[in-house]
């Protein structure tokens, strides 16, 4: 059959049902898996057959809605994680460990800036920070002979850099690593980062996948491009025996499904950052219906922008579909039908001025959520980033007095109604 379109893979993709078995993705609600003998279960303890044993390894629900995304990002193998955050521990994790280095680009998010800045660099594991807008000549300066990847978001939270995706995977692939892509802002619908090059994506699920603030969740998609075999002795975890399966080499075994299958059965058997089904089964029924919210967030979020951009109050805007957008090109050529939902403008007040208008916002809420049904509102200044200096905010890509602005799915004409009242009511006291 005909590959399907990304619509029809929302809805349908994931859980088959066989004869007789529910239409709906069930929810396992199970730890453990029953065998009629002890053979049975030895050999899935040695990889040797696929199956279930024990949910934090792995478990239907959550195998389903991973194989959903995987096919979304046209990828060959996929897992869940229990948050975005474990998602781009564990990407990264699974082919570094103490002595090794990455590049990433500077503009990412604050979370994961604190885990490769802070949390990693105390396991041992060394980040050098770039400007994702730099010459190539000047990024390949940051690569050192024990780096083992690149990482960099496909639109940065929140300051809305958009990634030069072919330049980052040929940087990376001429140093003999992968490009690892955190896509939660494009997703899927508006942006395939293996299309252009990269190797690895990872995701926040709790963002536009879930769509309705349910539920945190991540997920790792290996698009099985990357052949760790051709740059063996840089990654010696996929390409020589690991012991605690009986000797078992990644590469040699499982082919495509290499990467996921190690996470799988080294990180979260022994880290144990699951979804869990419960979460998943949520998380499926957000993803049944991306295709339709996306559009309508860009949309949204169009008009935001455009009517912010009109606005004498308001000092700057940054939205990569304005045409005065830095990155209106490149998102053109990566994500020709839209970005996302998010928009970062300053206002002509400054800081305070900033806060008295996200105090008067009636409609739009301020949580430190982004990416929701519901349009809400962020000072990452005050909030997300506050842990950083001024230095490092900068560096981020983050202005102090920036609004975080996730514009949801409601009416564009009541969302802008409440920015215009509260720069009104901000300006009056
Ligand atoms: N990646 C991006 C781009 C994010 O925006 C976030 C959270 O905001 C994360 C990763 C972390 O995800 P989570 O909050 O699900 O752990």
Not at 18 to 38: A, C, N
Not at 278 to 301: D, K, S, V, Y
């Amino acid at each position: 059959m005909k590959k399907q379109n990304l619509e029809t893979i929302c809805i349908q993709s994931g859980w088959k049902p066989k004869k007789g078995e529910p239409r709906v993705l069930p929810i396992y609600q199970s730890t453990t898996f029953k065998y009629d003998d002890s053979e049975q279960m030895a050999r899935l303890f040695d990889l040797e057959d696929e199956g279930y044993f024990y949910t934090r390894l792995q478990n239907p629900t959550n195998d389903a809605v991973a194989s959903k995304i995987c096919e979304l990002e046209g990828g060959a193998a996929a897992m869940l994680t229990s948050s975005g955050q474990a998602a781009n521990f564990y990407a990264i994790y699974n082919i570094c460990s103490a002595g090794d280095h990455i590049v990433s680009s500077a503009p990412i998010y604050g979370g994961t800036s604190n885990l490769f800045t802070v949390t990693m660099k105390k396991m041992g594991i060394d980040v050098t920070l770039v400007d994702p807008d730099a010459p190539a000549e000047e990024i390949a300066k940051a690569f050192q002979p024990n780096t083992k990847a690149l990482f960099a978001e496909t639109i940065s939270n929140p300051s809305l850099v958009v990634l030069d995706i072919e330049k980052f995977a040929e940087l990376a692939h001429s140093h003999g690593v992968p490009l690892i892509v955190d896509n939660t802002f494009a997703t899927p619908i508006n942006c395939r980062p293996f299309e252009f090059g990269a190797d690895i994506v990872t995701h926040s699920t709790t963002k536009y996948m879930d769509g309705h603030a349910l539920t945190v969740g991540g997920c790792i998609v290996d698009s099985g491009n990357f052949d760790w075999m051709a740059h063996a002795d840089k990654f010696p975890g996929l390409t020589t025996p690991d012991e605690s399966y009986h000797g078992i080499v990644y590469a040699e075994r499982f082919g495509k499904k290499a990467y996921i299958t190690k996470a799988t059965a080294q990180l979260m058997r022994d880290l144990g950052s699951i979804q869990s089904p419960q979460n998943a089964f949520l998380l499926n029924i957000g993803l049944e219906t991306l295709h339709l919210r996306m559009p309508r967030h860009c949309e949204n979020a169009q008009k935001v922008a455009e009517y912010l951009e009109s606005n004498e109050n308001v000092a700057w805007v940054d939205y990569p579909g304005l045409k005065s957008s830095k990155y209106y090109d490149l998102a053109q050529k990566y994500m020709p039908n839209g970005t996302c939902g998010v928009v970062a403008f300053g206002l002509k007040g400054g800081k305070d001025f900033a806060i008295r208008f996200m105090d008067h916002l009636k409609l739009a809420c301020i949580v430190t959520h982004v990416a929701d049904a519901r349009t809400c509102v962020l000072h990452p200044a005050s909030h997300t980033h506050r842990q950083l200096s001024e230095e490092q905010l900068v560096e981020a890509g983050v202005r102090p007095d920036l609004i975080r602005f996730s514009v949801g799915i409601e009416n564009a004409e009541d969302i802008i109604a409440d920015i215009e009242q509260a720069i009104n009511a901000a300006e009056k006291n």
